[in-house]
């Protein structure tokens, strides 16, 4: 066979592929002996073991999963949790599609993920975040270009709460005030090397956080006394054995447990969980 070229360090596809295979079919696989097999696997079925007990208690939510419902023209969901204070979900607007005006029967909050939002005279982009008080009134939402959100405390997906938000709309009170932190604005605290937070909201039992870390940055594991959400705005990182990347949610029920957080790329986050 002649793989001889012009160029002495090229081989053409076709020499390459010939070559390719006839490795292939003149290896000979090693095997390790039986003994030590078995005790590769066993240790592999200790480690998955150990892993699922570690994880218990934690429902996570892949952003590739396809749950998405429609909930009106433009408009669709994507259920994450039902909790007990409302739905936390993904919501997805066409370009042009609103929400009507409506009244909130649980504190709501709500960060851009893709595109934006208006609400009356705000403009809400890239990760901005916003925060309505239960017993609020919203104006209409609306977005001109098409947008991605991550809502946390929404009557959205529960019809009879639905119905009760728009019918509270038509009250003309405003009701508490509202809390909008701009992502562009944020001024980070440094709780660690390579870890980040800021502050969002806290009523003294929850709170809201963003949590920033820098490529390589690690935090240790930790057990859960209520339960805790995350959303990964950005890049990705591990949770324990967990992957979590952009766009994918978890959440951490009473009496679980995280192992070492850490993250090769960086990521931001959104965290919900008590005020600790």
């Given amino acids: ?6 160029d002495p360090n090229e081989i053409d596809a076709s020499s390459q592929a010939r070559l390719d295979r006839m490795l292939v079919e003149n290896l000979t696989p090693i095997l390790p002996p039986s003994k030590r097999l078995k005790v590769f696997g066993s240790r592999l079925e200790q480690r998955v073991a150990r892993s699922i007990a570690e994880h218990a208690g934690l429902l996570t939510v892949r952003r590739r999963y396809e749950m998405w419902r429609n909930l009106k023209e433009g408009i669709r969901i994507k ?5 007990p204070e409302g739905n936390s979900l993904l919501i997805e607007f066409a370009p042009g599609a ?11 909050e709500g960060i851009v993920l ?14 901005d975040y916003h925060f309505s008080p239960a017993g609020s009134r919203h104006g209409r939402i609306q977005s001109r270009q098409g947008a991605l959100a991550f809502l946390r405390g929404t009557a ?19 009701g508490g005030t509202a809390q909008t932190v701009f992502f562009t604005g944020v ?3 440094s709780i660690a090397p390579g870890v ?3 502050e969002l909201h806290s009523d003294g039992i929850w709170s809201s956080r963003f949590f920033r870390l820098e490529p390589g940055a ?12 995350c959303m990964v705005l950005s890049g990705e990182l591990f949770l324990g054995d967990i992957l979590l990347r952009s766009g994918e949610y978890q959440l951490a029920s009473s009496g679980s447990h995280h192992g070492e957080i850490g993250t090769d790329v960086g990521a931001v986050l959104f965290v919900r969980g008590t005020a600790d």
């Fill in 1 to 6: 066979m002649n793989f001889s070229t012009d």
């Fill in 79 to 83: 259920p994450l949790w039902q909790g």
């Fill in 98 to 108: 609103y929400l009507p005006v409506h009244r909130h029967n649980w504190a709501e």
């Fill in 114 to 127: 893709e595109g934006g939002l208006q609400m009356e005279e705000l403009d809400l982009g890239l990760f």
């Fill in 156 to 174: 959205i997906g529960r019809p009879y709460s639905m119905a009760r938000e728009l019918l509270g709309g038509l009250l003309p009170f405003k």
């Fill in 187 to 189: 001024s980070w605290e």
């Fill in 196 to 198: 980040y937070k800021k």
């Fill in 218 to 229: 690690t935090l240790k594991g930790h057990s859960h006394l209520q339960h805790e959400e």
